[in-house]
């Protein structure tokens, strides 16, 4: 078994179908292509003396590169060790020297300004392959190594469990932690999406705005690949180039955080783009807004998919059924797998209980790099305890209440953010919400509403709890309201970090 056994499985089958086309430089590279390029990379990471089972980190954004040298990490059976191009070198030095990488592959421009200054404090590093321009003393070049390896390779086998990727979480709270994904979790989870989820096939082209380093990538890139599509890159997103794209390579699908998808019904005219080819958008990473979903289907046309999943899942565990979905619902659950709603006790409640999801399925990751105790609090006889707070209803549809830290309780009720910003979304002149809990000497806490409001637009906090006070029990809504005319603070993946509005704005 290889995760890159569906390049080479695709490139026999029709080696010019179209694999990557990269939006910058308008060049297209077909399974065929594709599959040599890995081959050749494959070949040049060997003779530097990687080993089956040694970690080689990636620090690139998205682009044919990324692509390659994480198939060719796979295909040599390494571990691959992609990061966000956005951080900085005290994080990039702590993924390094926790992982003990012995090979970094980095865009030159950030490698120079980020990793070179603190390189001789990560000692297991012995070299650093540098992509673009301008060139990196020190470093070789990824173009030089591609165009001197060798074009066939044999493909290691690998075990099932046998890790093939270490994707170190967020960091919310602490240090971030890696989290070993097997080959077999992301083989079965591209299978299950690319069949059940995302109603792909070999003539479509998917297009995404995260970063590959997210667990989004099993969605985003892997199920496409499984099922033969091909895949729309670019480096960054910008939702006015997005929409070019969409309509200029005429792609069928899109995914994005929810953020994503505000910025692209911001900036959408019809008389501006055309995308008729659309059909498919997907979300996750964070709760869309029931909301949006309806803006987003009438605004583009498409079907829209809701999925929820996490980094230890391997991504998507619930997925939305296109045409019988529910707003505001993460869907129903994959067939085979398993998931329950646990109260405080760990007795599993029933619909419409609110308890902790803990999670069973292929995709359940094989714990956290050389963190023994913690992965011993996350998994418990193959189950994950995922944090989140969440119910379902007698049809069998589940609903993420919200994270369980995040939960307010105000003079001994309960309330959960997410219901609260999903009504607060609903009022015409707000953008964006957020809600946290703050200290409170009567009620211990009470929610707090930090809002952007739409450009142009105007309310006061009066006008505003009163819209939450006529549509939700009378403890729920919040008791002030911030205005704010700046983004909220967000991690690179683009998700709003609750955690700094709530310890530090508060």
Known sequence: MNLSDMIANNARFNAQSTAIICTETDTLYTYGDFDQLINRFGNALLELGIQKGERVAIYLPNSPEFLIAYFAIARIGAIALPFNIMYKGPEIKYILNNSRARVLIGAAKETAANVMGVLPEIPSIEQIISVGEPPVEGTVSFAAMVA????????????????????????????????????????????????????????????????????????????????????????????????????????????????????????????????????????????????????????????????????????????????????????????????????????????????????????????????PDATQAALNDGWYKSGDLGQYDEDGYYYIVDRKKDMIICGGYNIYPREVEEVLCTHPQIAEAVVVGVPDPQKGEIPRAYIKLRAGAAADEAEIIQFCKDRMAAYKPPREIKFIQDDFPRNPTGKILKRVIRDEWS
Request: aromatic residues 10%; glycine residues 10%.
């Open 148 to 371: 001197g390896g060798k074009d066939t390779l044999a493909i290691a086998d690998c075990a099932p469990d046998d890790a093939v990727t270490i994707l170190y979480t967020s960091g919310t709270t602490g240090q971030p932690k890696g989290a070993m994904l097997t080959h077999n979790n992301l083989l079965s989870n591209a299978g299950m999406q690319s069949r059940l989820a995302l109603n792909v096939n070999d003539q479509d082209l998917f297009y995404t705005g995260t970063p590959f380093c997210h667990i989004f990538y099993v969605t985003t890139v892997l199920a496409p690949i499984y099922n033969g599509a091909g895949l729309v890159v670019s480096r960054r997103f910008m939702p006015d180039k997005a929409l070019a794209n969409i309509s200029k390579y005429r792609v069928t699908h899109f995914a994005g955080v929810p953020t994503m998808w505000i910025y692209m019904l911001n900036e959408f005219t019809p008389e501006n783009y055309d995308v008729s080819a659309w059909r498919f958008a997907q979300s996750a990473g964070a709760s869309m807004p029931a909301e949006h979903i309806r803006k987003i289907e009438n605004t583009f046309g498409v079907n829209f998919c809701e999925c929820y999943g996490s980094t230890e899942t391997s991504s998507t565990v619930t997925f939305g059924r296109i045409g019988h979905g529910k707003p505001g619902s993460i869907g129903r659950l994959v067939p085979g797998y398993q998931l329950k709603i646990v109260g405080e006790d760990n007795r599993e409640l029933g619909p419409l209980e609110v308890g902790e999801l803990v999670i069973k399925t292929p995709g359940v990751f094989k714990g956290y790099w050389e963190l």
